[in-house]
């Protein structure tokens, strides 16, 4: 039965005729949606106030503000807010460096997002 669930039936099944194609429609009409399109939402919600999202929802300030952000975190080094006047930031400089000590900046973002969370919604993106 759970394999019926999470499975999308064969193209050769009929519209109404197995229990699987079923599933497959409520699990199609139930997907989150993005401003009444079939696009995914561009920032996913992680916990309560707290959202991960790309640096192109970062840079987006319609989704910034449909969402509620009011705090950013930027994890990509290569990157400057986009909207400093706006929201609050922080910026890491983490790269996939492996001798990088980035240990140390968890803290720092750690209480960014405490802060963050406190006061509204925050992004983290990379």
């Not at 449909?66 to 930027?74: A, D, K, S």
């Not at 997002?113 to 990379?126: F, T």
Request: glycine share 4%.
């Amino acid at each position: 039965f759970f394999f019926l669930m999470i499975r999308r039936p064969p193209r050769s099944t009929p519209l109404y005729s197995s229990a699987a194609s079923d599933v497959y429609k409520r699990q199609v009409s139930t997907q989150s949606t993005w401003e009444g399109t079939m696009e995914p939402s561009p920032i996913t919600k992680i916990i309560s106030n707290l959202y991960l999202g790309s640096a192109q929802a970062a840079h987006n300030k319609h989704t910034l503000n449909t969402f509620g952000i009011t705090h950013i975190l930027c994890c990509a080094p290569e990157l400057s807010p986009a909207f400093p006047d706006d929201f609050a930031y922080l910026a890491l400089p983490i790269t996939n460096d492996l001798n990088e000590a980035a240990f140390p900046l968890f803290r720092k973002a750690r209480e960014f997002i405490d802060e963050g969370i406190k006061k509204g919604n925050v992004l983290v993106h990379w």
